[in-house]
């Protein structure tokens, strides 16, 4: 659309493509509107839209995703809730911890949090676990843990949903959806994701090709959601000197490609406490939106994923080094 | 449990497992049964069931896998259904199309099937697809087709579930439940097929280690469900002369450390025709004890993974190979 | 050329080739004679050749590499000393010791290979070891160990050439040159293996794509040495079951671009004594020109790679296996 | 040895050493030097050491690399060649040509590279292509023209030697000699490269794991060339939106592991000139000690690697955005 049609003029489209019998998904980008459109089986005619008013051009989208892809929404897509953004000048630093373990865990590192000036918190309350007889979360006990969170420091709260009954939950309870990296391409839950009128944080899985991710992202958005930050998080590799690999190539990839945010989780990547500050600095020196990273009060007593917590002062010290690092990007990139 | 403990000795035990609080997990072999203990944190005071009558002996698994591995049950697993075996001395060739994309499609390719003395059809109604676009099955339609070819071949139907919802259905319509790939660590999806009463094929994920898949195997035999069969359907690799790299050496590698089955399949992982013969003989060479691939009338109109179904004849060709090579194989084994 | 181009008609092309300043390369097959032609920088003209006697046509060769793909050799190479072949209708069992370490040990394993009924004996006298202060080999001694391992039981010597002067001192007393999967992009060592005058055996590096294998097996081609013999040796993946991925889908994938025979090496590509017959049965049935095997009488005592030796009895039994297996393929192929 | 141990005191312990047949390498620090022990088989008794003057500590290193680890000296190496450094304060940035193709090529490079104000200038005269068919530098003609660059611009030299040939003239013209990816366990060259009186730059091979990589350090320390530095490159993984996957995560773990410097290279492990800047910046962010970057004044006419090699204006703005982050790092370091 032209940067001066009005909501009748993006009405009319969306009105005019559904009596063909398809999709439209309307985006607001910073200047203009995005109109998408799925459920063809072929080429779509452009002339019935052409003309309308307000409309600036008709694009054919050849690549595979549609929705993801600045071929049709060039402007960047930021997720902002209040005053809390992903996507935008400042990194988003989305930190907590791994899992809610216990009220008293949580809230400790929630203070630390909103106290270094961070604005999104993390914490899990489900767990997706490689085996069946560790830890799997607290639930929805964890999920009100989290909630008083929100309502004591003002956090905005990120936690994952493992399936359809957890995602429920966790739209009530929680700002943004986190969608793991084992269930990347679990395409049910993707779709209810797409259905959600919450911001779907999707991890890249662990394995997945640009291509997949973004796709994977498509799933979401097809439905209806639009609301979609991506999440580098590591790749299997040969390499026995960190947990996973953290490709960090992939990140301007991503960006070249796609109009979504994409963080990077420099604590699952790495597994180790020590290299997540140096990892988090060159999240954020290669470009990255934001962070998801894990904390905790006394990580030697955690229940999940204890090594690579950073301790209190270590996080502090990160969020110093990070923003640092992302004056001298984000001069680069403005 | 000795060669001739009772089935009251077996329930007695049961019943003291349960006593203090923990799940029994009753699995018989060939020769004795072996009864899993799950539901503990720390180790189990043998003191209980050592003198209990029928109680051969009492082992600490000390592996992150209980139930899946061979401490606990040395027999190899060998699912049954009627005629038809998964894990005994015959190679069990599960052939069948990708998607059943239509009555005649199916029937035709199932007539071959039968023919060539195969006891298992597969056959995909939901199908998971990396595209949001892509055709994803005709759902429970598929399935009546796959009941159809069960009444009129006496096939016994192999088909995905990619949800719960799809679980209740195949479970319903099909023998054996087949979770791909991608949700090999959809862990709410292994335990659902773990309260299943039918065998559940579980499909490796691309870039999981053996540990993660005798996990993930675990979640299903946690629940309560023994019959599990292991599916090879290759890793993800930096080659790109293949789809995947079919990994034949985790066959060995499993068998080793499990008794369950584990078959492979050399459509998925290597992508192309004239690849699925050779390795067909190559995993029955390395001892798999089945496959699972891909037959179309018509591959070239195939709505998915038209590129790798055998045609007719190369299928016939392929079980007279495999059946030979069993011999030898089954002649060293035995 | 025509199958009755007499060694004039070829002469004449070759004088031809030259006579441009370009490089023939003819590579006799089962038929006909082959001319590869080198040192061009863009399309070469086809005139001058088209009509001289014994021509049967000039083909233009559009893959990045030349002398190695069945573009220009149709018929299979066959590799051919005495009476043994590598690449014929029979499996090439290349077995011995990972490292000659002593007169008794090579001596006794040779015994055990010959009354086997194999003809070809590896054993390294130059060992690429990945720690400086590991055994790296007997060097000339053990080359005269191997020679009168010839001498003694007629098998041909195949032994590794680590650097130019090793390759000269393998070329002096063994029968094939071997260049490690370290060593697969070391151009230099290349260029001198295309210079001698007895067949190389080239693995394949252990990350490197097809085609950077064939480019590598070019290097030798190009120099004017056209008996190359591939062996595939696993790839790294990030699976810790086997010490690396042994890449079945190669040796198809391969035999289909290439006329040069592609063997396997399991002892390697595996790691694990236990692991070696299946994958050696596994090469067999996918289609490999041969295996390359470690043997030792002692493997507990072995100063390089014990693990993957096979004893004697096991030797035995892989060969009666893989012999089975092969006229099951052979009967396939031809 | 402890700090105010005397150049006499630390000859008599190397006197000492060698008099029971062992080698020693004393390698200064900044506040001591250590004096590593290699050639013996088992451990050696510290008694004849441990009252000598001048002796602080015998520390048994039980790791399979003795001189490349923290264990024997802690102090971190700095490479030094006049006022140029690696390994020191400030981030070295090794710019210049993939491949000398002409005298006006590098001499516009090493003009921008020297107003820049950095320090080492790099260009290949010998070139390992995959291709037998491509370009493969321009060999002494191309070392002249770099000892035409130091000249000039007072920029150091780094080059890579393929062979043993070319070793010896890289050590005759340059400052510091590369062994490439391919290279890195070609353990022949490696034992060439630590006779030379001249640094190493020695890149990770691109499937290597980090012990592998230390090891091939040790291949060179161990002959007596203390002077190394480390270079991460890129991994293969299954990823195709870059060349390589750049692993950044094996930059804190080896400053961990080893006291040697070790760089990034952002062209050959991304390929595309655009991700360059984003990686430089992440790998100075990570704690690099450097970076080694293509540059060509018209890439579009590169005879090697052109995409990925930056443009004037690129690097310069490369080299602005990496100081400022390195100053924070810095800061963050020290």
Redesign the interface.
């Known amino acids: 659309m032209t940067p001066d049609a009005t909501e009748a003029d993006i009405q009319r489209v969306i009105a005019t493509v559904e009596s063909i019998g398809l999709k439209a998904h309307p985006m607001p980008g910073a200047n203009r509107t995005a109109i998408g459109i ?1 459920g063809n089986t072929g080429a779509v005619d452009p002339e019935p839209f052409v003309e309308l008013p307000g409309v600036f051009e008709c694009v054919r989208v050849t690549k ?3 929705l993801v892809g600045r071929d049709l929404k060039h402007d960047k897509t930021i997720i902002k809730i209040d005053d809390a953004e992903i996507g935008g000048a400042e990194p988003a630093i989305i930190a907590g911890v791994c899992a809610v373990e216990s009220h008293e865990q949580t809230m400790l590192t929630a203070q630390v949090v909103a106290e270094a000036g961070c604005k999104w918190f993390r914490g899990g309350a489900f767990k ?6 560790a830890f799997q979360g607290l639930h929805e006990e964890g999920l009100k843990i989290l909630a008083e969170v929100r309502d004591t420091y003002g956090l905005k709260i990120v936690t994952e949903a ?3 009954p ?1 995602l429920d939950l966790c739209e009530k309870y929680a700002d943004v959806i986190q969608i793991g990296t ?2 990347m ?5 993707l ?1 209810r994701a797409g259905q959600a009128r919450k911001p779907i944080l999707l991890k890249r899985g ?2 997945s ?4 991710f973004l ?1 994977a992202a ?2 979401v958005m ?1 439905e209806g959601n639009y609301q979609v930050i991506l999440c580098e998080r590591g ?8 947990r996973f ?10 960006q ?1 490609l796609s109009h979504l945010p994409i963080i990077l989780d420099p604590s699952h ?2 597994g180790t406490r ?2 997540v500050i ?2 988090s ?7 990255a939106d934001g962070l998801l990273v894990d904390v905790h009060p006394y990580p030697e007593r955690a229940l999940c994923d204890g090594p690579q917590a950073l301790l209190f002062d270590m996080f502090r ?1 990160m969020v110093g ?1 990070v923003r ?2 992302a004056a ?2 984000h001069g ?1 990139r403005s």
């Not at 997706?128 to 007889?133: A, E, I, V």
């Not at 391409?185 to 839950?189: A, E, I, K, R, V």
């Not at 600095?281 to 470009?287: D, N, P, Q, T």
């Open positions: 799925t595979p995703y549609k997706p676990r490689t085996s069946p007889y493992i399936d359809e957890a084992r269930n391409q679990n395409f049910s839950l779709k662990m394995s090709t640009l291509e997949e796709l498509e799933y097809a790749v299997r590799s040969f390499g026995n000197h960190s690999t953290p490709d960090l190539a992939v990140i301007p990839a991503a070249k990547s790495t020590e290299t140096p990892m600095r060159a999240g954020i020196a290669v470009g010290q080094e640092a690092i001298i990007v680069v």
